[in-house]
Every structure is written in structure tokens, then in C-alpha cells.
């Protein structure tokens, strides 16, 4: 005759699809809560194009470094195809490589502010400031202004002294206003360049201030800065010449990287700056896996493009923190399934309850870690 079966074996079953089913919600609320769109006030649309951003020409696979350089003309073509329904300029940091821009600025529209790269190598100086003044005087017609180096006091690379000479000498051979760029503080610190210009372009990065701004007080930052310099330097304007907030990486003190914090800074500051009347510059077009070497992989993800030039959502619509949440759901309750195979059959009501939820836990802090390589290991 056989046994009735426990009653305690009965509820195995039942118990263990129940925690299967809270497991998998589990699941689903962590990946959902990282990865939940929100709806922010829109900084671009199809009829407000922005004032300027900061591109530089590299693939993904591509930095400045790389000997020999070989840009890709129709990459930038491409870009500022691109670029150009958000935009109304571009900023370039650099001459070399980059002679194509104006025709290409051209054929889409789109104004040039021009960069020549200033370092402490008189020879490429030279090369970049005749490249720089040959560029401006052939395109008068794209070219709103040229930038004599790019945070060369900063690098302590020349003396303000000689980069007022250079500044001096390219504003007697070009028609258009020169200016160069650099972060506030060095503007002050320097104060025989601002003389030189015609008007001055500042740095304004909240995440990387000495004392980092978290996204709460960023903008309060930036408007405190530019009504300084406003005051200070008038009636030379002021343009902001960068400004920007990364998408990924390591947080500073309260300053945390997020394309939800990105796209709050960039919004609200392009709101702010509209608002004022202040001329802006935003950091950056594209990621530049590039920057990781220099900078920790933070120095990556400053676009407003990812690198495979698909939109982050920081302008305009519904931005989410984490995009690829349904894949990474999905990947996590595979991986869930599969450790729940792996163990076997739970042989006590106990252990019914807690096998599914242990193995979720164990899926999802390996689906985090695994994002957190996505984003910080390239390679």
C-alpha cells in the first residue's frame, strides 16, 4: 500500500514557482528601475537648431595619437550631415587632418569656429597657426571665428606672454574675431591674454572642477562663473566654450556620471544660456573612446552621440540611465534558469524559497558587473 505523500514534499512545487515568479520580478524591477526613461524638457527640436558643438573627426577605434593619422573624409561628411539638423556650428580643435572641414561645413550649412592645436613644439605650433590663418582667409563665408590653443596654459605648455604674441600675430593676418580657450581659473591666472582677443572663450566643466559640482549645483556654478566674466572682462564677450557632463564613469565627490544627469545639465544649461543671451559651446558631438587613456574611461563618454553615432537621447525626448535593460534582463534570467538547473531539485521547502531568490540575486550582480565592464573596459 503506498505512503501518502508529506505534506511538506506537496508544497515543494508550488513554493518553488512561487519564488521562481518573485525571483524573475525581482529581476525585472532592478533592470526597469536602472533602465526607466525620463521625460525631460527638450533642448533641440526640428525647428531649434543649438548654437555650436565640439567635434573632433575619430572613429571609435581611432585617436590623435595613432602615426600615421588617417581621418576618414567620409566619416565626416557623415557627422556633420548629422550635426547639422541640431546644429548651427562646429568647433575643431586642430588643423591637421582636418582640411576638408570648411568645404564640408559648407555643403551642410553649418558655421565654423577653427582650432589651431598650440603645444610646446615651436615646429607643429607653426605649422597649425599658418594651416589655421590659410583656412580662415579662403573661407570667409564658413568661418565665424578662429582659437589660438586649446588649454595650453593649462598644460603649462607656453607662457601667456608668448601665446598673446601668437594671438597677436594671427589677428593682423585674418579678417574673422580671435579668441583662445581655456579653463576660467587660467584666465585669471593669465591676465595679459585677455587683452589679445577679441573675446574670450571659457571652460566651464562642473565634473571637473577642483571642487566637483554634483548635477544639483552645476548650473548655479556655470552662471556664477559667466556673470564674473561678464562683468570682469566687459565689453569683450564671452563665449562658453565648452560645458558638458559625462554619461558613464567614475563619480567625483557628489558629481555622478549618468545620460539622465547629462542630459539634466545639457538641457538646463542650453535653457539658461538661451534665456541670458549667452553664446555657447557643447561638449561634445561624439564619444571618444580615445580620451579613456588620458582621462579613466569617464573621458569616453562626454557625447552627445555615442561612438557608433547613435543618439543618447541628451537633447531631446526620454533619456534612460541604462537602454539595453531589456537585454540585460533577458540575459539575467537566463543566467537565473541556468544556476537553477545546475543546483537540482530543492529538497525542502526552505530551500524551494530561497534557491531562486539566492540565484537571482547571484544573475543580477553579475548582470551589473557586466555592465559595468560595457562601459569601463573597452576591450
Known sequence: MDRPMPSSTRLLLPLYLLACLL??????????GLGKPVQLPDAASATHKLQCASYTPFDKDQSPYDRPLRLRPARMDADLALLAERFQCIRTYSQTGLEAIPALARKH?????????VNAHSADTEKEIELLIAAANANPDVVSAVIVGNETLLRKEVTGAHLATL???????????VTYADVWEFWLQHP????????????LLPYWEDDPRGIDEALAHVADVRRVFGTRFAPKDVLIGETGWPSEGRQRETAEPSRVNEARFIRGFVAMAESNGWHYNLIEAFDQPWKRANEGAVGGYWGLYDADRQDKGVL??????LPYWPQWLLASALLMVLML???GRPATPAAAMLLPLLAAFGAGCLGLWGELMRTHARF
Open 23 to 32: 525571483a524573475l520580478l525581482g529581476l525585472g524591477g532592478l533592470w526597469y
Open 109 to 117: 550649412g553649418l558655421k565654423v569656429m577653427l582650432g589651431a592645436w
Open 167 to 177: 594671438i597677436a600675430r594671427v589677428k593682423s593676418q585674418v579678417k574673422v574675431p
Open 192 to 203: 595679459q591674454v585677455a587683452p589679445a582677443v577679441d573675446f574670450l572663450t571659457i571652460h
Open 316 to 321: 531631446e525626448g526620454p533619456v534612460s540611465n
Open 341 to 343: 538547473m545546475l543546483a
